[in-house]
């Protein structure tokens, strides 16, 4: 092994130019493979969002300097010391998971977040059982289902479940006087990895005074991500689905069926939901 390593160290000028220019492709390699992990980390989160924030400011501050702003230049200077004080607290949530992530050895893996089309399937029926089953019985309920963007700020605070969705399981949860009844539950691919999620609120002023909590909560986490949000009443067991902040009620299982097979393909922006809205309007 030691004899290995030696063949390896150069020996003269020729070798020496050589072992630097492949010390110097190392390390640009690890630098774009790091930025890559990085990027593919928070990418579908809020922590992009954020960061593609930040580089539009630096290229506006190389821009005005470029153009000799000076009272632009001055404010964005001002404004930089102040961020990065403040970046560590924007992106707390995903740094931890991301420390979390390398602790368990799993930062260097690749999550797959494709759904094969037959257990995209599955995971729609099996929702849409257990939708009509809470409608007919007026059993409340809230489910998400994560799609791009992230919701791993929500889960973090919730009850953790990884098991597949059926609707068996689903009936389990939002059993009436249960301890996970009145919260959300989250599902990623085709498990569900939360239960008891609390949601932000939307404060609209435009809702109905007649809707309650959980479509509130709804409407409020699709306000904030991509996210498909299927809400039963337990007064009414009326089922609503909140897509990108506007609420479709009324739905029964041949549109709710249209709607969850239209959003969950993969990488399809939510152009269906707008065009039903569209054409039934």
């Not at 420390?99 to 930062?107: K, Y």
């Not at 609390?198 to 904030?224: C, F, M, Q, W």
Request: charged share 25%; with cysteine; hydrophobic share 45%.
């Amino acid at each position: 092994m030691l004899a290995w390593i030696q063949s390896w160290l150069p020996t003269g000028p020729a070798d020496l130019f050589s072992f630097r220019i492949f010390v110097v492709i190392l390390d640009i390699t690890l630098v774009a493979f790091l930025l890559y992990k990085v990027l593919m980390f928070i990418r579908g989160t809020r922590g992009m969002q954020l960061l593609k924030g930040l580089i539009v400011l630096i290229l506006f501050s190389g821009l005005s300097n470029w153009l000799r702003l000076e009272t632009v230049a001055w404010i964005l200077d001002k404004m930089w010391a102040s961020l990065f004080v403040a970046v560590p607290v924007v992106f707390q949530p995903e740094l931890r998971r991301a420390l979390e992530q390398i602790g368990r050895g799993r930062f260097f893996t690749r999550a797959s977040t494709y759904l094969k089309e037959e257990e995209r399937y599955r995971l729609i029926r099996e929702i849409i059982k257990a939708v009509q089953s809470f409608a007919q019985t007026k059993t409340g309920a809230l489910i998400v289902i994560e799609r791009r963007t992230g919701l791993q700020d929500y889960v973090e605070g919730a009850i953790r479940i990884d098991g597949l969705v059926s609707a068996e399981f689903l009936g389990n949860i939002f059993e009436p006087k249960t301890p996970l009844h009145d919260g959300a539950i989250i599902i990623r691919r085709d498990r569900i990895v939360a239960a008891g999620c609390l949601l932000p609120l939307s404060d609209s002023p435009y809702l109905s005074k007649d809707l309650g909590t959980r479509h509130r909560a709804a409407i409020g986490v699709t306000e904030n991500t991509d996210a498909v949000a299927i809400v039963v009443s337990e007064e009414t067991g009326i089922i609503s689905l909140a897509i990108d902040g506007r609420l479709l009620r009324y739905l029964d299982e041949k549109l709710l069926k249209e709607q969850l097979e239209t959003l969950l393909q993969p990488e399809t922006p939510s152009t269906g939901f707008r065009s039903w809205r569209r054409s039934h309007e």
